[in-house]
């Protein structure tokens, strides 16, 4: 049985009713949780840092964390299942909270994607699909398969939780260099005397409110909103085919089937081979039943593309031989102005797809 912190926690008093604590104060009292309070199975504390982040989520980042709480549903039951059967302990499940905001297709500056935020490098790594066609950094069961494995080599390696997630942040060289310059194998005490970057030293506090709050969000004044949890059933398509074909035969909204195959970076499935598309519960049989009469010639009709810093509409219009007002009409709550990198658009009509008829 793995060690449960359902014992002693700092408690930050002021964290509980929202008051920002100064940069010098102190948090002092210890408290025992009474046993009914939830169960951890890595270890919780609350002090000056943590009791800022809560301070955080629960009102100038209250909005957005409750959008990234209400999308952790989605996803929960699946990656508490993974981490059980691996072994480590299920409240990792919390990592993307400060990752991605539970976001599958999330993308950041330094070319890291999906819930769990991998770098190209890593995601090689621990053998992660990145082609053209598919990315399974935005997966979000291969990621997940992928996290558990980097966190159980990272916990082998620094036997402690805290240093642990700062290396899943920064990078275990970084924090083995940290540790060597404090002096200290605390992570407290390493990111007291500035030994990691400022956005590592957050990074453990950081999750901790974020877990804090997720796990009792009526206690924050925030809540769970249900969705769905993320079951489907897996039908085989032989060759390329758009996931707006999927959806029609199917018939079931598109944006239901981009939402289950984000790894389809283009919203279609590889050429040339037999490949599984995930659809929403009990539709296998009926696409399966439509699909068989769509002609081959008409299986790919929209792509999806993947918005590059910098990018216009005009620019993706021209590179796909497309009309921006057929991406628009495809896209109805698009911005043209606010393009962000990162962002998928659905592209109806694409003539020039790179792999498909060469």
């Not at 948090?27 to 046993?35: C, M, Q, S, V, Y």
Request: aromatic share 8%; charged share 25%.
């Amino acid at each position: 049985m793995r060690p449960q912190y359902a014992g002693y926690i700092l408690l930050a008093t002021t964290a509980l009713i929202g008051c920002v604590p100064a940069e010098d104060e102190r948090a002092t009292e210890t408290k025992a949780l009474p046993p009914e309070t939830v169960q951890w199975d890595i270890p919780i504390v609350v002090n000056e840092a943590v009791a800022r982040w809560l301070n955080y989520y629960q009102n100038e980042g209250r909005k957005s964390f409750q959008i990234s709480l209400s999308r952790a549903g989605r996803y929960e039951a699946l990656m508490r299942e993974t981490f059980r059967e691996a072994g480590l302990p299920e409240d990792l499940v919390y990592v993307p909270l400060v990752e991605s905001g539970f976001r599958a297709t999330a993308y950041s500056r330094a070319r890291a994607m999906g819930l769990w935020q991998f770098v190209p490098n890593t995601a090689r790594i621990y053998k992660l699909e990145m082609t053209y066609w598919v990315d399974e950094r935005l997966d979000p069961i291969a990621s997940t398969v992928a996290a558990v494995d980097y966190l159980g080599d990272l916990q082998r390696e620094f036997r402690d939780w805290y240093l642990t997630l700062a290396a899943y942040n920064a990078g275990p060289g970084r924090v083995h260099k940290a540790i060597r310059k404090a002096g200290s194998r605390d992570y407290w005490a390493i990111s007291e005397r500035r030994a990691l970057t400022r956005e590592t030293r957050d990074y453990v506090p950081k999750l901790i409110a974020a877990a804090l709050i997720a796990k009792q969000p009526e206690r924050y004044g925030l809540r769970r909103r249900s969705q769905p949890n993320g079951t489907f059933d897996i039908a085989y398509v032989p060759d390329a085919t758009s996931l707006d074909v999927v959806a029609e035969a199917a018939d079931v909204p598109i944006e239901e089937i981009l939402a289950l195959n984000p790894h389809l970076i283009h919203g279609v499935t590889p050429p040339g081979l037999r490949f599984p598309v995930r659809l929403p519960p009990g539709t296998a049989r009926i696409f399966t039943e439509s699909y068989a009469h769509v002609p081959p010639s008409e299986r790919v009709r929209s792509v999806v593309h993947l918005v590059r810093r910098g990018e216009t509409l005009e620019r993706i219009a021209r590179r796909y031989g497309t009309r921006i007002s057929a991406i628009r009409a495809a896209n109805p709550d698009l911005d043209p102005s606010r393009l962000l990198a990162g962002q998928r658009l659905l592209v109806p009509g694409a003539r020039n797809v790179p792999g498909l008829g060469d």
